[in-house]
């Protein structure tokens, strides 16, 4: 047996697939975005009955109610884990169960898409199933102790969106609702709507994409919808870009903006530029 090194050109030749999350404040569209993404090749992952702003689209839809559901779907969308064991969630064990009820996966290779709507609803379901767990529970009192079911929920996210953003053959996109709050010195803030804190601190390390639907002000003072999609942004919202192809505001077309993702990249003196910017030259009134 040889090394299993993957050859650049190997590496370069697989297809990559996206993994992002696009967060916004409620009423913006974010479900929306469904019809830019082609619906044939788009699964969309509905957990909050949404639909209804997408009523008339033709793709496929599955509506998981349980968090057990949940991480059915996702082994059956993105395959086992050999490394765990077979009591755990994502196992070979786990995938071949799920695989007797649901049938062969193959079926769902036709779709190159996944549209999670939305986190937030994943995370209620998520921690109410955490709640009837032992862990919920004090070993001394058996009095339930929401610490212990905060926990475990943060454990179950977190292993349900790695499981998810190694399925590299698919672009996976996680919709989430932003809040706007205050901080102690009265600055604004921007989180993600979710119960517990260890998902939204986490989850902007495990995918490649934030993007922030966002209605900007505009040149002649009305306002407009757009992406924000990199962290430096005079706004505050949360923004990555790991591609290094997305200019800081895009069109709010998510179809258009994975088709910039997988164009050809920048050059790199482009993308290793953290040059200090020019300061701006503010003009001075003559008296």
């Not at 996702?74 to 196992?91: E, H, K, M, Y």
């Not at 193959?106 to 939305?118: C, I, K, M, N």
């Not at 077309?253 to 088709?259: E, N, R, T």
């Amino acid at each position: 047996m040889t090394l299993p090194i993957i050859s650049a050109d190997q590496r370069l030749a697989e297809r990559r697939g996206v993994k992002g999350v696009l967060v916004g404040k409620a009423g913006l569209g974010k479900t929306s975005q469904l019809w830019t993404l082609e619906a044939a090749s788009t699964l969309f992952f509905d957990l909050e009955a949404g639909d209804l702003a997408v009523e008339g689209w033709a793709g496929d839809t599955i509506r998981p109610r349980t968090w057990p559901e949940c991480r059915d779907f996702a082994v059956f969308i993105g395959g086992p884990n050999p490394a765990l064991r077979d009591d755990q969630p994502f196992s070979p064990a786990h995938f071949d169960a799920v695989c007797a009820r649901f049938g062969d996966p193959g079926a769902l290779e036709r779709y190159q898409t996944v549209f999670v709507d939305s986190i937030t609803v994943a995370g209620r379901l998520c921690l109410q199933w955490c709640k009837g767990q032992p862990q919920a529970y004090s070993e001394k009192t058996g009095k339930p102790d929401s610490r212990g079911a905060y926990g475990l929920m943060g454990q179950e996210m977190i292993g349900w969106l790695t499981h998810l953003q190694h399925t590299r053959n698919k672009n996976v996109w996680f919709v989430g609702i932003l809040d706007e709050k205050l901080d102690d010195f009265n600055r604004r803030v921007f989180a993600l709507q979710i119960d517990g804190a260890k998902t939204g601190l986490e989850l902007p390390g495990i995918v490649d994409e934030v993007v922030t639907l966002a209605e900007l002000p505009a040149d002649d003072g009305s306002r407009h919808r757009a992406f924000v999609c990199q962290t430096l942004n005079p706004w505050g919202y949360p923004a990555k870009d790991r591609s290094g192809r997305l200019d800081p505001i895009e069109p709010p077309h998510l179809g258009q903006l994975m088709q910039k993702i997988a164009g050809p990249a920048r050059p790199l003196a482009e993308r290793l530029d953290f040059s200090r910017p020019a300061p701006a030259t503010i003009p001075t009134q003559e008296t």
